[in-house]
């Protein structure tokens, strides 16, 4: 499983760490992803994401899975991520 968001696309990040005799050791910054269900209106069902706490938080303040989907670019989603939001997009258009 990859260390990386699947609705924003937020990956794994290099740098290094600094000692006080500023000798620098290469480190990981990993984003804080949490497996989350998210539940859609438009297609009455709830679809688990392994997301950063940063996407959690915009996608409830943009109003729900459906709307940050809407909003969303296909490069960043993953590829579950998109067919969720092609799915969306469907049954928003049926509607």
């Known amino acids: 499983m990859s260390r990386r968001c699947e609705l924003t696309g937020k990956g794994v ?3 290094n760490n ?3 005799a500023n000798n620098k050791t290469k480190r990981r910054f990993l984003p804080n992803l949490n497996e989350v269900s998210l539940a859609s209106d438009a297609l009455g ?3 688990k994401f392994r997301i950063s ?4 938080r915009t996608v409830d303040h943009r109003g729900g899975l459906d709307a940050f989907m809407a909003k969303a670019k296909d490069a960043d989603l993953s590829a579950k991520a998109l067919k969720v939001k092609k799915d969306i997009e469907k049954a928003q258009a049926a509607a």
């Open 45 to 47: 069902r709830t679809f």
């Open 18 to 20: 600094v000692s006080h």
């Open 53 to 56: 706490s940063a996407a959690l």
């Open 13 to 15: 990040m290099v740098g």
